[in-house]
């Protein structure tokens, strides 16, 4: 029997295509990661900040956030039922607390790592119509999940400049490859 010299395109394809689904909920876990140990350092005044009306606040983001994964993970792909009211997720009339803000947060970064894992390979390029766009299941994923990682990125900057050098730092390098000196 000679050896196989070809790959088998259904296996690489099932293990690019889980890769990747690892990859987008490890990508999401430390955007919301980087969002708690922001969340962690202020109180429930500070969530709700804006140096002026323009800027969003983390509060705002978080909420926007919120609609957005469900929408465009839970709702789309996972199957729930769309309950999106995203011109309410700029508003801050009704400030919360930031426990139960950061809970609500929680329960849908719960939900959205539990329709990823249960996500099949095959459903990557099934087509979904979401909140107007035509997308495939992997490109509302790319689209959400770097969605999240902007603004993670934005939350940190906003708790930098609210708490300049008090801030304390997720993650310092230790070692020289990694920047330390």
């Not at 606040?57 to 839970?74: A, E, P, V, Y």
């Not at 789309?76 to 039922?81: A, H, N, P, R």
């Not at 997308?135 to 934005?154: F, K, M, N, R, Y």
């Amino acid at each position: 029997m000679q050896p196989k010299n070809e790959i088998d395109q259904d296996d690489s394809n099932m293990d690019i295509s889980i890769a990747v689904i690892n990859e987008l909920i490890k990508t999401m876990d430390n955007a919301y990661g980087r969002i708690l140990h922001c969340t962690a350092q202020i109180n429930d005044e500070q969530i709700w900040e804006r140096p002026s009306e323009n800027p969003n606040s983390i509060g705002i983001l978080i909420k926007h956030l919120c609609g957005n994964l469900r929408q465009w993970i839970i709702s789309s792909i996972g199957g729930e039922s769309d309950i999106r009211d995203r011109p309410a997720e700029f508003r801050d009339e009704e400030k919360i607390g930031k426990r139960e803000l950061m809970d609500q947060f929680e329960d849908v970064i719960g939900q959205c790592r539990r329709t990823l894992q249960k996500l099949k390979p095959e459903q990557l390029l099934q087509h979904r119509r979401i909140q107007g766009f035509e997308e495939t299941v992997l490109g509302a994923l790319v689209s959400s999940i770097s969605h999240i990682d902007l603004h993670g990125g934005q939350i940190v900057y906003i708790t930098r400049m609210m708490l300049q050098d008090r801030y304390a730092l997720r993650w310092k390098p230790e070692t020289k490859e990694q920047g330390a000196e």
